[in-house]
């Protein structure tokens, strides 16, 4: 059993910059491939992008590229999204979710997920 909790999302101002901290329980959070999703009301979860256990892969939405990027800390049981020269389009409650299996932009596949942690970006 792993439960997350997401941390950092806050008011901003389009070309901010803001870090989103998702602490982790359970002792084989290395084992979990981690990935961050966003959601706007009326749409989809939306994978936003993910890091394997190890740290050593990730991978991102195209709509984030170049603009966000996920880290972790396996010592301290935590994921983190860095998300540089925000815009409003990236409004959205942002939640982590941990997968078993493989790094993963299915949220289907993963296996727990965190409360959410809400993120406005004004013009």
């Known amino acids: 059993q792993v439960q997350l909790v997401e941390s950092g999302g806050r008011l901003v101002r389009a070309g901010d910059s803001l870090t989103l901290s998702c602490a982790a329980s359970g002792r084989t959070f290395r084992g979990y491939a981690m990935g961050w999703f966003r959601q706007t009301p009326g749409m989809e979860r939306e994978f936003v992008g993910g890091?394997?256990?190890?740290?050593?892969?990730?991978n991102y939405a195209e709509s984030v590229k170049g603009r966000f990027t996920i880290s972790r800390d396996n010592t301290k049981n935590m994921v983190f999204l860095q998300m540089n020269s925000l815009r409003p389009d990236d409004t959205a409650v942002y939640y982590c979710?941990?997968?078993?299996?493989?790094?993963?932009?299915?949220?289907?596949?993963?296996?727990?997920w965190g409360q959410g942690t809400l993120v406005t970006v004004s013009s």
């Open positions: 890091i394997s256990g190890s740290g050593g892969r990730t």
């Open positions: 979710a941990a997968n078993s299996a493989n790094l993963s932009g299915r949220p289907g596949l993963y296996d727990y």
